[in-house]
């Protein structure tokens, strides 16, 4: 399969790369280029698939800033949607989505088909480029498929909660902070977990010969964020103590689990990774990195 991804210098678009490569298919990145220069990519390499993996990732970067979002996340997806289709090719356009579109959902776990209620601009924008996807589809025959990511977390990851917290257990600091009540609930799921599910989707697409398909990509298990602290602290700093700020952000939603029945059915033998197993990795990976810049220090 021959795989282009915009975005490929970021967490999600390297991962992605990095484990299409080793499944051997033939990946190509782009960073950030214009439409004109896309649409001649794409008539060059002749992609199976699009993956447009370029974009904003964070709530809080949206609040501070929403215009600068809205041009990083809509009218990015907008240039790769308008390179495919002036390109004349008919690849797969993959729109990673978030679970940011629901806002705080009626009930849980949450699913595909209910009405989506943003409460950040990162939310209103991710749903937005939906309504783009919809759009190509609808209007000039794209094939696109929306996959609306929960909480993914990953080695490459230096960023956001799981990162940020082994931070603050890693360090010299006796007590370990969240800023929330500790009860916040999300749907973790590890990355290289989420890129087998993206690649199981693109063989069932292919095979069901669909236009159009949306998927709630997580692991459906609810995680509050500090039993996550604690599960950290147990590889990093067991006597750590954790405590919480119960500070409450009005845009960030207080609860998340994803109905992954409509996954399950198309990936059956589809399993994620516990998260224990997916946090192991993950610290392990961070601390070989830091012995080995201290190694290169001393």
């Not at 990162?163 to 929330?180: C, V």
């Not at 799921?189 to 993206?198: G, H, S, T, V």
């Not at 609810?222 to 119960?246: F, H, N, Q, S, W």
Request: charged share 20%.
């Amino acid at each position: 399969m021959k795989v282009l991804i915009t975005g490929i210098s970021g967490f999600i678009g390297g991962s992605v790369a990095r484990y299409a490569e080793h499944a051997g298919h033939d990946v190509m990145g782009a960073g950030r280029s214009t439409a004109t220069d896309l649409t001649n990519l794409i008539r060059d390499f002749l992609p199976d698939v699009v993956l447009n993996a370029a974009g904003t990732a964070s709530v809080g970067a949206s609040l501070e800033d929403p215009l600068n979002d809205f041009r990083g996340s809509v009218q990015t997806c907008a240039e790769v949607l308008d390179a495919v289709r002036r390109s004349g090719k008919n690849p797969l356009v993959v729109i990673p989505s978030s679970a940011a579109v629901y806002g705080n959902p009626a009930s849980l776990p949450v699913g595909e088909d209910v009405e989506l209620q943003p409460i950040s601009p990162y939310g209103f924008h991710k749903a937005t480029c939906e309504l783009l996807a919809r759009e190509y589809a609808e209007c000039f025959g794209l094939r696109v498929m929306i996959c609306r990511f929960f909480s993914v977390y990953g080695a490459a990851q230096h960023r956001l909660l799981v990162w940020e917290l082994y931070q603050q257990l890693a360090g010299p600091e006796k007590i370990a902070w969240l800023s929330g009540t500790g009860s916040e609930t999300r749907d973790f799921l590890y990355i290289d977990d989420l890129a087998a599910a993206l690649f199981g989707l693109l063989d069932e697409f292919e095979r069901s010969k669909r236009d159009t398909l949306i998927v709630n990509v997580a692991s459906g298990i609810e995680t509050d964020v500090l039993t996550l602290a604690g599960r950290i602290r147990d590889l990093v700093a067991p006597d750590k103590e954790i405590r919480c700020r119960g500070n409450l952000r009005k845009n960030d939603p207080l609860h998340w689990c994803a109905d992954i029945s409509r996954l399950q059915v198309l990936l059956p033998s589809w399993q994620p990774r516990p998260l224990d197993e997916g946090l192991a990795l993950c610290v392990g990976a961070w601390q070989q990195a830091n012995h080995f810049v201290i190694s290169h220090e001393s």
